[in-house]
């Protein structure tokens, strides 16, 4: 299951988010950057207000390259009695210093080390965090001014980040200037949690205060536990990891279409030899039937997003090689017709080098008898792998 964290800055703002369902109350001074810790008082305060009945977290701030400063301030945050303790590190600072330093406190607190998507780090900067004992890994962004997580890292990347995470027994953690459409593209790589402060605040702004209903929102895009007999025979974790975010459903409604036009990817494919070894452009279009859940579409709820289709295939291409354009199409639809308000698609790929124009392939896919397969009224839930259960 994927929870949801909030960063708040004191008890009033953790009231609204408690209220809200958020999973994580994580602490934070937003004015003090990305990982701006909260004066102590709050953090104790949250933690006596929270009292168990959700887990909480706190920022300690960016590691500056004096390991005894970053030890007492953890061990500061640490003594409050918070769940977790999130450490920022930045690929400019002596990182092994920092976690040989924390060494000691990583065998009894749960320390997550954050990491930032719009730095580079080294190929194996979890290892590290993984063998001193760190609890999780998240990824974040720096300068919040720079653009959301996915303007840094391409959705076909973020499996392998939270995968890698996860062969390192870490909890993985995704965040950066989240907003309401990145929910269903992120969920399908299975984060154990999501993390966000500017879309819970007003005007979206994430110097401003919390606000109760940009909160409910939020929530409601991430698919809660939801008890086996209330929707048998359905893996709601598959539905939920694939963005289905069922509504008020009538199927009597019928169904929109959605379209992806001329998305040109470089693509490895063919079947001659020439072939290999480089990529060529691809150009794909996609139209999706998709059924409605209701008259009134509002948010995220009642859509399936193009953006899906997008990341689906750019996830496709990134598999690797393939010789067939037929393939490419066939995979796509069947990507496509995973999502279960999905009732027909129409996928075509052109390569765009090999003749005076396109060459390629169009198909079109029929969801079998999908009415009767369709729990339309399910909420759907994911189930992360998330370190200790
Ligand atoms: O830990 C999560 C962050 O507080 C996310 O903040 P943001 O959504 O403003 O980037």
């Known amino acids: 299951m994927t929870l949801m964290l909030a960063s708040v800055q004191d008890r009033k703002e953790a009231e609204i988010v408690l209220q ?23 953090i104790k305060d949250v933690v006596a207000f929270v009292a168990g009945k959700r887990l909480v977290s706190a920022a300690c701030g960016e590691f500056s390259g004096d390991p005894a400063a970053l030890r007492a301030k953890v061990e500061e945050i640490a003594a409050a009695g918070v769940d977790f303790i999130k450490i920022g590190f930045l690929p400019s600072s002596p990182i092994a210093a920092g976690v040989e330093a924390l060494a000691d406190v990583a065998g009894r607190k749960k320390l997550i080390a954050v990491l930032f998507a719009d730095h580079r780090y080294e190929e194996d900067v979890m290892t590290s965090f993984a063998k001193a004992g760190f609890y999780g890994i998240m990824l974040d962004t720096d300068d919040k001014s720079k653009g959301r997580l996915l303007d840094h890292m391409t959705p076909d990347h973020i499996p392998d980040f939270v995968a890698e995470g996860h062969r390192h027994g870490l909890m993985v953690g995704l965040a950066g200037s989240l907003e ?63 963005g289905y975010f069922p509504g008020s459903a009538d199927e009597d409604l019928g169904t929109d279409q959605i379209f992806v036009r001329d998305f ?12 290999h070894g480089k990529p060529q452009k691809v150009r794909f279009d996609v139209t999706a039937d998709v059924l409605r859940v209701t008259r009134d579409p509002k948010d995220m709820h009642h859509i399936v997003s193009y953006d899906l289709i997008m990341d689906g295939i750019r996830a496709i291409v990134g598999r690797g090689h393939v010789d067939l354009v037929e393939t490419l199409v066939e995979q796509t639809a069947a990507f496509i017709l995973e999502n279960p308000r999905v009732a027909r698609v129409v996928v075509r790929a052109e390569k765009l080098e090999l003749g005076p124009g396109g060459v390629g392939v169009q198909i079109e896919r029929k969801r079998d008898s999908y009415r009767s397969q369709v729990p339309l009224r399910v909420v759907a839930s994911t189930d992360g792998g998330r370190k200790g259960g």
């Open 20 to 42: 809200a369902g958020a999973d994580i109350i994580d602490l934070k001074d937003p004015a003090r950057g990305a990982l701006g810790s909260a004066d102590i008082r709050h």
């Open 180 to 242: 309401a459409p990145d929910i269903p593209r992120l969920l399908p790589s299975k984060p154990d949690y999501l993390g966000f402060r500017g879309a819970l605040c007003e005007g979206m702004s994430r110097n401003a205060d919390i606000d109760a209903e940009a909160t409910a929102k939020i929530r409601a895009l991430i698919p809660g536990e939801q008890p086996a007999e209330k929707s048998p025979g359905v893996d709601l974790n598959l539905l939920a990891a694939r």
């Open 264 to 275: 040109v990817l470089p693509v490895h494919i063919g079947a001659y030899s020439f072939e």
